[in-house]
């Protein structure tokens, strides 16, 4: 995603989705793709908020749980390391008004940029410092 | 008919029947009232072979609805499961529409990677697609909820029919009855006739015949009645005695006062 050509300044290109009725955004550097609902395999003692590890194209993630719905998982990058988001439903994709908050303007609202950056450390911590592998 | 003389031994049981009529005026039971009895026992044969006989149609008409009612089921039952069949059909168009709009969405975030300039195909095809997707959802989402409805009427209607099917069924149990019912009077009232022949000597036909006499002697007399009045005796006599004459005899002969003594 280093080599990716950075869009203009007033322009944030990536995902629009929403998790119980609050709308956030990702950028196109951390939204990889969107999965449908993969096969998850639990971890016993693991983080509540780590619903467990998938299959995704030869190689196996983390899935963290943002809300109820199950149909379609995120598939995100942070730091070299996938991370797979459920409970989102996926509105819109593509290049928004950037908004100075860090996040973009779609239709002439704000659309706040999920802290990704907070819930990998929070998973960090839950799961006592321990490594996904990285 | 009474210039038509009967043979003798009816004339003997006519006699006797008129001379038991004119002696038991009082009495409960006369030759008039066999008559009646055998009329009233002749309307009670036929109308138990009409109800034997409506009985039977009831039953063979509601074997027809019971037969209509087995197709109707037999459609009924298969619309609900093609129903279901077209229910799992618009899951799997659900589905699809579901994987296109991630397809979309894939491309746009694909499209939002390259850039606007170098993406901005893939961005425009993303949302062209996923406009269609919605459409396309909206109206399958619309569809299945139809089809709901339908398959609940559908099921509602499998109800109705089935109870169609039990009261067909419950009709025609009773149809049965009031059939076998209405032979059993028949029977019975068969006989009644040959107890009622018993009891009054009388069939039938003897009794119709009596009747129709009796109606015959009745307007003999009351014409009798109205001639005396308007005629002298003797030319009355005169004129009636050839017909009179072997009547008379008729009712005083010794067979006849034998048999009604």
Not at chain 2, 28 to 43: K, R
């Amino acid at each position: 995603m280093d080599t990716l050509p950075a869009p203009p300044s007033d322009q944030r290109g990536g995902l629009v989705f929403e998790v119980e009725g609050r709308t956030f955004f990702l950028s196109a550097e951390h939204a990889r793709k969107l999965a449908p609902r993969p096969q998850i395999a639990r971890l016993p003692g693991a983080a509540p908020s780590l619903l467990g590890l998938v299959l995704e194209d030869g190689g196996i993630l983390p899935v963290v749980e943002l809300g109820p719905e199950r149909a379609t998982m995120i598939v995100c990058v942070h730091r070299g390391e996938q991370l797979g988001l459920l409970g989102a439903v996926g509105i819109r994709s593509g290049v928004f008004p950037a908004d100075p908050s860090g996040g973009v303007t779609v239709d002439g609202k704000v659309i706040p940029a999920l802290d990704l950056a907070g819930l990998y450390a929070r998973l960090h911590a839950a799961t006592w410092g321990a490594s996904w592998g990285g | 008919m009474l210039h038509v003389m009967p043979p003798p031994t009816r004339a003997r049981t006519l006699a006797s029947l008129l001379r038991r009529s004119a002696k038991n005026k009082s009495d409960a039971a006369t030759p008039m009232d066999d008559g009646l009895a055998w009329s009233a026992h002749g309307l009670a044969v036929s109308r138990s072979r009409d109800a034997a006989e409506a009985a039977q149609a009831i039953a063979a008409h509601v074997a027809k609805q019971r037969a209509a009612a087995d197709v109707l089921h037999d459609r009924v039952h298969t619309a609900a499961a093609r129903a279901q069949e077209l229910a799992g059909g618009f899951g799997r168009v659900t589905d699809a529409f579901e994987r296109l709009g991630l397809v979309a969405l894939n491309a746009g975030l694909e499209g939002a990677r390259l850039g606007e300039a170098q993406g901005r195909s893939l961005l425009l095809m993303s949302d062209e697609v996923r406009t269609h997707v919605a459409r396309g959802g909206e109206s399958t989402r619309e569809l299945t909820a139809a089809l709901g409805d339908i398959a609940a009427d559908v099921n509602k209607l499998q109800t109705y029919v089935d109870q169609v099917r039990q009261g067909a069924t419950d009709a025609s149990q009773e149809a049965a009855r009031v059939g076998a019912a209405a032979t059993e009077a028949e029977r019975a009232i068969v006989d009644l006739g040959s107890r009622l022949e018993q009891a009054t000597g009388s069939d039938p036909a003897t009794a119709k015949l009596v009747a129709d006499a009796g109606a015959h002697a009745k307007a003999l007399a009351t014409a009798l009645g109205a001639l005396g009045a308007a005629a002298p005796p003797r030319l009355v006599m005169s004129a009636l005695r050839p017909i009179l004459e072997p009547l008379a005899r008729l009712l005083s002969s010794p067979e006849a006062d034998q048999e009604a003594g």
